[in-house]
T-cell receptor, first 111, second 116 residues
Framework: TQLLEQSPQFLSIQEGENLTVYCNSS?????LQWYRQEPGEGPVLLVT?????EVKKLKRLTFQFGDARKDSSLHITAAQPGDTGLYLC???????????FGQGTTLQVKP | EAQVTQNPRYLITVTGKKLTVTCSQN?????MSWYRQDPGLGLRQIYY???????DKGDVPEGYKVSRKEKRNFPLILESPSPNQTSLYFC???????????????FGAGSRLTVL
């Protein structure tokens, strides 16, 4: 069974701090997606990375795909209360094409 | 507005009472899927459908049924719900074969089900 381990599972920080969320696996993925989910809503796609070593930026969010396409990170600079939510990574298996979700990271940014 | 609509959003029921959670999308997507979300376990796929009349099991299909008679609808059926099916359920859809890396899943707002 392919697993995608996310860490940390919970993160509570003050507004203005930086943070990094990690997504790790022993399996290779053809692509990796990051979603954000707010209470009472479904996950919404933030970014897709497809090339090993790829870095994408979305305002204060920086996403990186590992060189070996087994891991990814999400870095938020100067977090704001509006960043509060559940962040999910999802990797597409190179073998099966199946989309596998991590357990999620719950982020709380306090004003 | 392009969206995936699930109903009901909230439901409390009792063990053994059949229920259906409806899912409808207005984007002409071929691929549809059901997930359940439980604390610490992330999203786990229950069933998916590549197109009309084509459905397949996901990772946790036991206790669930689905049908895809029309492209836009993909209902989730619990014939005899049990307490371990208490969860938050999401329907999602995308264009074409979801195995393509570029395909983006559009999720519904979720249906919170409690089985007593």
């Amino acid at each position: 069974t392919q697993l995608l381990e996310q860490s940390p599972q919970f993160l509570s920080i003050q507004e203005g701090e930086n943070l990094t969320v990690y997504c790790n696996s022993s399996s290779v993925f053809s692509s990796l997606q990051w979603y954000r989910q707010e209470p009472g809503e479904g996950p919404v796609l933030l970014v897709t990375v497809v090339t090993g070593g790829e870095v994408k930026k979305l305002k204060r969010l920086t996403f990186q795909f590992g060189d070996a396409r087994k891991d990814s990170s999400l870095h938020i600079t100067a977090a704001q209360p509006g960043d509060t939510g559940l962040y999910l990574c999802a990797g597409r298996s190179s073998n099966t094409g199946k989309l596998i979700f991590g357990q999620g990271t719950t982020l709380q940014v306090k004003p | 507005e392009a969206q995936v609509t699930q109903n009901p959003r909230y439901l409390i029921t009792v063990t053994g009472k059949k229920l259906t959670v409806t899912c409808s999308q207005n984007m002409n997507h071929e691929y549809m899927s059901w997930y359940r979300q439980d604390p610490g376990l992330g999203l786990r796929q229950i069933y998916y459908s590549m197109n009309v009349e084509v459905t397949d099991k996901g990772d946790v299909p036991e206790g669930y049924k689905v049908s895809r008679k029309e492209k836009r609808n993909f209902p989730l059926i619990l014939e005899s719900p049990s307490p371990n099916q208490t969860s938050l359920y999401f329907c999602a859809s995308s264009y074409g074969d979801s195995r393509s890396g570029a395909n983006v899943l559009t999720f519904g707002a979720g249906s919170r089900l409690t089985v007593l």
